[in-house]
């Protein structure tokens, strides 16, 4: 199906489904409603200020677009012999040698007072464009008297009176202020000859020949300072700012970059910056850059610009990618575990970026859709000063087959890579790697759809059609902790093992192995074990929270309250995730199964608020328990008792209802029971009326026919004509009987009824009344079912910490790490006795980057898996395996302990190494935590030393180091690395005993010299002949002695040379043309 955006009829109701539109088509039906608002102003007659659409004074300044000289560095090789020629198809088709009054200026007018470039006056049309379909009322166009300001402001009333032409008789005119002028920094010998009024109004520009500027030209001068910069533009700004009050109307101020500065501090009232920050802003500032504030009476406050946000929600995992016009960054975030009932994470991430527009899939649940659509509601209802909020928050429902994930993947490459999908190489592939997690699903479709929708849009594309994006970075959530797919591996977080049992296997034939999330896995409902998962796949950097996790676990390891775990564990077995019943009773599927799960959870967690409600002592456990509506819950949990019949639900596998409900009811299952009995009687007194002798008849009931006379088949009978008795009805056969209606039966049927269908009615009717009540009050059942999954979570942990002997860290906001006897969590339950090692890192007395080396198989992975994980821990509020802690929050994870080359996105091991290595430079801060285990050994050692030294070298000079915790075999590094406060070295003890090492697994200050790898290599089952060339090659390259073959004299080897020598010597003599290959051969094997 198409829909034609010119063939939309807006004032006609269009019902088209949601699910069969892609993004064009749904912009299209969005751009026909802002169409029948244009046209309804432009058939009315009035104008904009009578329409009441500037109820709101504004003011939006933007940048000039794209200078000629930025695209070309000097323009006048474009003027040969005093014509002007262009050389580039981005050069204007022409120009004139200019004049400002009497005074000719000819080239260099053009060099002081450059015009735009093609791309520059298209993209400022475009921008008029999309001023008018967004519904921007323009009163008034200011500009600066630069030629390229004016051009600006021109293209872009003539942009948006050809899109949106509210007055056909009157046209916008340019007024040209003197005082809009940027500050020359310095490089101007004088003002630049502007062209005069007479000049603009020759060459076919809307300029107001009537108007006076604020600030005269005559008081501009090139040696004007910064500070008197920064006055007359406050000055000038402040002007304008009163002038749309006082006439309620929306001005647009085309200018320079400067200016940018000055509507700022209109709104915030802040210092101006000093210079070094304002060119640094002037820089950075793009063209065509514009921002609007709007007066609510009392101040002004800045309108937030366009944030378009694509989400997507699949398998309990969100990814969301959003397009920040301000900044022209495109951001992603990575899957995330989110819950399916809370939508947690969803919430924080609207309330981080809060965007404008929302796309998200036309097949997206429905709970999703009301809740972003609650968001926007509630968005525009907190911005009541801003007026036709409804026009800036708009939600998108995209078809979900442009969420294929072939499709985003391939817009992803092209955008990354700028080529397209049919040219790409796999160097462009490995790039798009690179930028992107492509494992990110969720993200990569979001991520796509995004950029789709900003390509449509046109609102902020380059000339190739592209979003405008100077760089993709990630975007964290606030307060969580940011680790990716590669962390969670290389700590062992998480282990998929395939399952020996197919039937017991889950979706993906795996089940959870032995990892970090196993071990402290003992919950005993299944919302509590997922819920413990959304923990450990979303660490969190909420003090607040991870302190009332661990005064919980705390209270609970107690052994005075052992006793309350026991009691509590059972009822929690009872509790069942109620979303998937909840979505069964909202579409009339539930099943008497699930009306038995949902009793028994709600009495279990009535169970559990009375339980904790009842012992004061463990109300810092989980304060929400208290928000719990008991009298709710026992309400419908005694409604559900009254009615449902359980026993009878069971044996009958529908929903059935208690006796005493309802008295019609009651009488229709009495009837039931009795009717047996009472038909035998009816055919005892029919069998003698039946027109035909017979030896054995029944009276039957079915559902929907009625009652019917059933008669043994006759073998005489062959047709169907032969069936027909007088007096009978015949009605079919089955099973060898034949079945007939007769008056009598017809009589049954009137008085007794259908009465299995009617007590199903009667049933179903209470049924539905019940569902309802249940359905009205699926909030207060789903938070006591969290709240329980919560203690669940909480006692599991306790558990762990218990039997396992953790402790409790002290989380603190500095930025440190001081762990002593500290263990590995997984190694310890594997390995007896486990050596405890101490960890410590901060900015002043232990450092903050720790160079590990030591022999082969001496611990040092584990040790840094263990850092890894001892700050893990501590992140989900856990207790820890050390004797004592004290953790600063840090904001990312980041490792390099596994390698995650594949075959399917074209890497190779050691690029896939360089990409974990080049996330943590790029993303890594003060407070992020890195880990690196031997990064370099996939490439030539000299490369290794040079990319291990220049990434640690690059964070110990930064004002803002990460802790960095790195072990490597590459010992050259350690003497290019400059010397540090930041920088130790440590090493792992080992005791030599004659040829064997024995390995001490402690670790202490200093730098290893050997890696005894001979030795590492016979534990590990090498012949020994083998370790001893180890040995002895080691050994002879140390002393610089040449190198011999195993069991070789150097007698032999001058005899072999000797023969090598001869052989050359003849090969090198010998003729083809006169001898055969043959003889050839026979010459090597005599040499031989």
């Given at each position: 199906m198409s829909v034609d955006p010119e063939e939309i009829d807006p004032k006609k109701t269009v019902r088209i489904p949601m699910n069969t539109l892609n993004t064009t088509q749904c912009l299209a039906l969005k751009r026909?409603?802002?169409?029948?608002?244009?046209?309804?102003?432009?058939?009315?007659?009035?104008?904009?200020?009578?329409?009441?659409?500037?109820?709101?004074?504004?003011?939006?300044?933007?940048?000039?677009?794209?200078?000629?000289?930025?695209?070309?560095?000097?323009?006048?090789?474009?003027?040969?012999?005093?014509?002007?020629?262009?050389?580039?198809?981005?050069?204007?088709?022409?120009?004139?040698?200019?004049?400002?009054?009497?005074?000719?200026?000819?080239?260099?007018?053009?060099?002081?007072?450059?015009?735009?470039?093609?791309?520059?006056?298209?993209?400022?049309?475009?921008?008029?464009?999309?001023?008018?379909?967004?519904?921007?009322?323009?009163?008034?166009?200011?500009?600066?008297?630069?030629?390229?300001?004016?051009?600006?402001?021109?293209?872009?009333?003539?942009?948006?009176?050809?899109?949106c032409d509210f007055l056909p008789d009157v046209k916008l005119k340019v007024k040209i202020e003197d005082g809009l002028f940027e500050y020359g920094f310095g490089r101007l010998s004088r003002v630049p000859p502007f062209l005069s009024l007479a000049a603009f109004k020759e060459e076919q520009y809307c300029v107001d020949e009537d108007y006076v500027p604020f600030f005269p030209r005559e008081q501009l001068s090139v040696d004007e300072t910064y500070l008197q910069f920064v006055r007359r533009s406050q000055a000038v700004v402040e002007h304008f700012a009163e002038f749309s009050i006082t006439n309620r109307c929306c001005t647009l101020l085309v200018s320079h970059a400067p200016y940018m500065d000055s509507l700022t501090s209109l709104y915030k009232g802040k210092e101006p910056r000093n210079p070094k920050e304002w060119i640094r802003l002037v820089q950075n500032t793009p063209y065509l850059y514009m921002r609007a504030l709007k007066w609510n009476g009392k101040k002004w406050f800045c309108c937030p610009p366009p944030i378009v946000l694509c989400i997507y929600l699949s398998n309990q995992k969100l990814g969301a990618a959003y397009y920040d016009t301000d900044s022209s960054k495109i951001f992603t975030l990575n899957d995330v575990a989110e819950s399916m009932d809370e939508f947690s994470l969803l919430i924080d991430v609207l309330n981080q970026v809060r965007p404008t527009t929302i796309l998200f899939s036309s097949k997206a649940d429905e709970r999703l859709c009301k809740l972003i659509n609650d968001f926007q509601n509630n968005k525009c209802q907190q911005n009541g000063e801003?007026?036709?909020?409804?026009?800036?928050?708009?939600?998108?429902?995209?078809?979900?087959?442009?969420?294929?994930?072939?499709?985003?993947?391939?817009?992803?490459?092209?955008?990354?890579?700028?080529?397209?999908?049919?040219?790409?190489?796999?160097?462009?592939?490995?790039?798009?790697?690179?930028?992107?997690?492509?494992?990110?699903?969720?993200?990569?479709?979001?991520?796509?759809?995004?950029?789709?929708?900003?390509?449509?849009?046109?609102?902020?594309?380059?000339?190739?059609?592209?979003?405008?994006?100077?760089?993709?970075?990630?975007?964290?959530?606030?307060?969580?902790?940011?680790?990716?797919?590669?962390?969670?591996?290389?700590?062992?977080?998480?282990?998929?093992?395939?399952?020996?049992?197919?039937?017991?296997?889950?979706?993906?034939?795996?089940?959870?192995?032995f990892g970090l999330f196993s071990v402290c896995n003992r919950c005993c409902s299944s919302v509590g074990a997922a819920k413990l998962r959304r923990w450990f796949l979303r660490p969190t950097r909420n003090l607040n929270k991870l302190k009332q996790r661990l005064d919980s676990i705390e209270i609970l390891s107690c052994d005075s309250n052992f006793h309350f775990i026991q009691a509590i564990q059972k009822p929690l077995k009872q509790i069942k995730s109620v979303t998937a019943i909840f979505n069964r009773l909202r579409a009339a599927k539930v099943n008497p199964s699930d009306w038995i799960s949902l009793y028994k959870t709600i009495n279990a967690c009535?169970?559990?608020?009375?339980?904790?409600?009842?012992?004061?002592?463990?109300?810092?456990?989980?304060?929400?328990?208290?928000?719990?509506?008991?009298?709710?819950?026992?309400?419908?949990?005694?409604?559900?008792?009254?009615?449902?019949?359980?026993?009878?639900?069971?044996?009958?596998?529908?929903?059935?209802?208690?006796?005493?409900?309802?008295?019609?009811?009651?009488?229709?299952?009495?009837?039931?029971?009795?009717?047996?009995?009472?038909?035998?009687?009816?055919?005892?007194?029919?069998?003698?009326?039946?027109?035909?002798?017979?030896?054995?008849?029944?009276?039957?009931?079915?559902?929907?026919?009625?009652?019917?006379?059933?008669?043994?088949?006759?073998?005489?009978?062959?047709?169907?004509?032969?069936?027909?008795?007088?007096?009978?009805?015949?009605?079919?056969?089955?099973?060898?009987?034949?079945?007939?209606?007769?008056?009598?039966?017809?009589?049954?049927?009137?008085?007794?009824?259908?009465?299995?269908?009617?007590?199903?009615?009667?049933?179903?009717?209470?049924?539905?009344?019940?569902?309802?009540?249940?359905?009205?009050?699926?909030?207060?059942?789903?938070?006591?079912?969290?709240?329980?999954?919560?203690?669940?979570?909480?006692?599991?942990?306790?558990?762990?910490?218990?039997?396992?002997?953790?402790?409790?860290?002290?989380?603190?906001?500095?930025?440190?790490?001081?762990?002593?006897?500290?263990?590995?969590?997984?190694?310890?339950?594997?390995?007896?006795?486990?050596?405890?090692?101490?960890?410590?890192?901060?900015?002043?007395?232990?450092?903050?980057?720790?160079?590990?080396?030591?022999?082969?198989?001496?611990?040092?992975?584990?040790?840094?898996?263990?850092?890894?994980?001892?700050?893990?821990?501590a992140h989900i509020g856990s207790f820890v395996p050390a004797s004592s802690a004290r953790i600063g929050l840090v904001d990312r994870i980041c490792t390099r302990l596994h390698s995650t080359g594949s075959i399917n996105d074209g890497m190779?091991?050691?690029?896939?190494?360089?990409?974990?290595?080049?996330?943590?430079?790029?993303?890594?801060?003060?407070?992020?935590?890195?880990?690196?285990?031997?990064?370099?050994?996939?490439?030539?050692?000299?490369?290794?030393?040079?990319?291990?030294?220049?990434?640690?070298?690059?964070?110990?000079?930064?004002?803002?180091?990460?802790?960095?915790?790195?072990?490597?075999?590459?010992?050259?590094?350690?003497?290019?690395?400059?010397?540090?406060?930041?920088?130790?070295?440590?090493?792992?003890?080992?005791?030599?005993?004659?040829?064997?090492?024995?390995?001490?697994?402690?670790?202490?200050?200093?730098?290893?010299?050997?890696?005894?790898?001979?030795?590492?290599?016979?534990?590990?089952?090498?012949?020994?002949?083998v370790c001893n060339r180890i040995r002895q090659v080691c050994q002879n390259q140390k002393r610089g002695y040449q190198l011999f073959r195993p069991e070789s004299t150097a007698e032999d080897i001058k005899e072999e040379f000797k023969r090598m020598k001869k052989l050359v010597s003849a090969f090198l003599n010998y003729n083809l043309n006169e001898h055969s290959v043959m003889e050839l051969l026979t010459l090597i094997r005599q040499s031989n």
């Open positions: 026909a409603k802002k169409r029948n608002v244009r046209r309804t102003l432009k058939h009315s007659g009035r104008s904009n200020k009578e329409n009441g659409l500037n109820a709101t004074p504004k003011i939006m300044m933007m940048r000039h677009g794209e200078r000629l000289d930025s695209c070309h560095f000097d323009i006048r090789q474009c003027f040969q012999k005093g014509v002007y020629t262009p050389l580039q198809l981005n050069h204007p088709s022409c120009l004139q040698l200019r004049s400002n009054g009497e005074l000719p200026e000819g080239v260099d007018a053009w060099v002081e007072d450059t015009p735009l470039s093609n791309m520059g006056r298209a993209a400022a049309f475009l921008m008029g464009r999309a001023l008018a379909r967004e519904e921007e009322t323009l009163d008034y166009v200011f500009a600066s008297p630069a030629y390229r300001c004016v051009e600006t402001a021109d293209e872009v009333v003539r942009g948006y009176e050809s899109e801003v007026e036709d909020a409804e026009n800036e928050n708009d939600l998108i429902v995209v078809a979900a087959s442009e969420f294929e994930l072939s499709r985003c993947k391939n817009t992803v490459q092209q955008f990354i890579s700028s080529v397209s999908s049919d040219h790409a190489s796999v160097e462009d592939k490995i790039r798009a790697t690179l930028f992107v997690d492509m494992e990110s699903v969720c993200m990569i479709r979001a991520l796509g759809v995004l950029i789709n929708y900003c390509e449509i849009e046109s609102a902020s594309t380059d000339h190739f059609g592209r979003p405008v994006a100077f760089c993709l970075r990630s975007f964290e959530v606030n307060d969580m902790l940011v680790m990716d797919d590669n962390a969670y591996e290389s700590l062992q977080i998480f282990k998929k093992q395939f399952h020996p049992s197919v039937y017991k296997a889950g979706r993906d034939g795996f089940k959870e192995g009535i169970f559990v608020a009375e339980f904790l409600k009842n012992r004061k002592n463990l109300k810092v456990i989980l304060s929400e328990m208290y928000d719990i509506s008991l009298e709710k819950l026992q309400k419908i949990s005694s409604l559900i008792n009254e009615l449902v019949d359980f026993k009878a639900m069971v044996e009958e596998r529908q929903f059935a209802v208690k006796s005493g409900i309802d008295r019609t009811l009651d009488e229709k299952k009495e009837l039931l029971k009795r009717l047996p009995e009472l038909l035998t009687e009816v055919i005892k007194s029919e069998v003698d009326n039946l027109p035909f002798p017979i030896a054995a008849c029944t009276c039957v009931y079915i559902p929907t026919i009625g009652y019917l006379i059933a008669v043994p088949r006759s073998s005489s009978c062959s047709k169907d004509g032969d069936y027909e008795k007088p007096g009978l009805e015949f009605m079919f056969i089955t099973n060898d009987r034949v079945h007939y209606k007769n008056e009598t039966m017809r009589q049954l049927d009137a008085e007794l009824g259908d009465v299995k269908l009617d007590i199903k009615d009667l049933e179903s009717s209470i049924m539905i009344s019940l569902q309802n009540f249940v359905l009205k009050h699926a909030t207060v059942i789903q938070h006591a079912v969290e709240c329980a999954a919560t203690i669940d979570c909480l006692i599991s942990m306790a558990l762990t910490a218990r039997e396992y002997n953790w402790v409790r860290p002290e989380l603190v906001e500095e930025n440190v790490i001081d762990v002593s006897g500290s263990r590995h969590p997984l190694q310890e339950l594997c390995t007896a006795p486990f050596v405890n090692n101490s960890v410590k890192s901060d900015e002043n007395e232990f450092g903050k980057m720790h160079v590990l080396t030591g022999p082969n198989a001496c611990g040092k992975s584990v040790y840094l898996k263990q850092v890894g994980l001892l700050v893990y821990l190779s091991t050691f690029a896939a190494d360089v990409k974990q290595v080049a996330m943590a430079t790029k993303y890594a801060t003060k407070k992020s935590l890195i880990i690196i285990d031997e990064f370099g050994k996939g490439t030539l050692t000299d490369v290794g030393v040079a990319l291990l030294g220049a990434c640690l070298t690059y964070w110990l000079e930064r004002d803002k180091c990460p802790h960095v915790f790195v072990s490597t075999h590459l010992y050259r590094l350690l003497n290019i690395l400059p010397e540090s406060p930041l920088l130790r070295y440590k090493t792992m003890k080992v005791m030599r005993q004659g040829e064997d090492v024995l390995f001490l697994y402690s670790i202490c200050d200093g730098q290893a010299t050997e890696s005894y790898a001979a030795c590492a290599a016979s534990k590990a089952g090498l012949p020994e002949r």
